[in-house]
């Protein structure tokens, strides 16, 4: 299994670009969510979806968008990059919060000019 | 709103100490909480799973204890390597299945 594969691992954009960073998740996971990591800050939720089809909103989600066609992808959308979207992010899944927690991807690191 | 705090930011030891990181969270209504290791630049990788019912959980030189009612959880290592420098955090996953983390600590052992 490969887990939960995110890409790019890096990207570099200029003010006001669009880009999708892709998440995707082999293990027929249900849940699956966005994090940005800041230094000092720890993770913050951007969005979460706990199906296809179903997506809410996390602590920090203006900026972004999501959607969840498949049980497997859960794409991020930058909709108009701004130097405050500068940041590493992450993508998270799982079978069952409760019983098993969250398999984290290995970031994509965003930097916004 | 969940808040979650670590402490101490960071930590510095000589290799060979026992070692106790803190976790606390405002919101007792937890589903449970999980411990995560963070190297440089990479992504986490998960240490140990609590959940609301259990009061500990142990693998290897590592065990995590929760008290839910009075919002704490300690990460323990024995017997530190260098091994063991990262960034730990922790985080509590509430009711609707959303996930808080705290800062982190930052932890180096000295060889």
């Known amino acids: 299994n490969a887990g939960v594969t995110q890409t790019p691992k890096f990207q570099v954009l200029k003010t006001g670009q669009s880009m999708t960073l892709q998440c995707a998740q082999d293990m027929n996971h249900e849940y699956m969510s966005w994090y940005r990591q800041d230094p000092g800050m720890g993770l913050r939720l951007i969005h979460y979806s706990v199906g296809a089809g179903i997506t809410d909103q996390g602590e920090v989600p203006n900026g972004y968008n999501v959607s969840r066609s498949t049980t497997e992808d859960f794409p991020l959308r930058l909709l108009s990059a701004a130097p405050s979207q500068t940041s590493v992010y992450f993508c998270a899944s799982s079978l069952s919060v409760s019983n098993y927690g969250y398999t984290f991807g290995s970031g994509t690191r965003l930097t916004v000019v | 709103k969940q808040e979650v705090t670590q402490i101490p930011a960071a930590l510095s030891v000589p290799e060979g100490e026992n070692l106790v990181l803190n976790c606390s969270f405002t919101?007792?209504?937890?589903?449970?909480l999980q411990w995560f290791r963070q190297d440089p630049g990479k992504g986490l990788t998960s240490l140990l799973l609590?959940?609301?019912?259990?009061r500990e959980q142990t693998s290897g030189r590592l065990n995590a204890s929760l008290d839910k009612s009075s919002g704490r959880s300690t990460l323990y290592i024995a017997a530190s390597q260098p091994g063991d420098s990262a960034t730990y955090l922790c985080?509590?996953?509430?009711?609707?299945?959303?996930?808080?983390f705290g800062a982190g600590t930052r932890l180096t052992v000295k060889p």
């Open positions: 985080a509590v996953i509430g009711d609707n299945n959303d996930m808080r």
């Open positions: 609590i959940q609301s019912s259990q």
């Open positions: 919101d007792s209504a937890i589903y449970n």
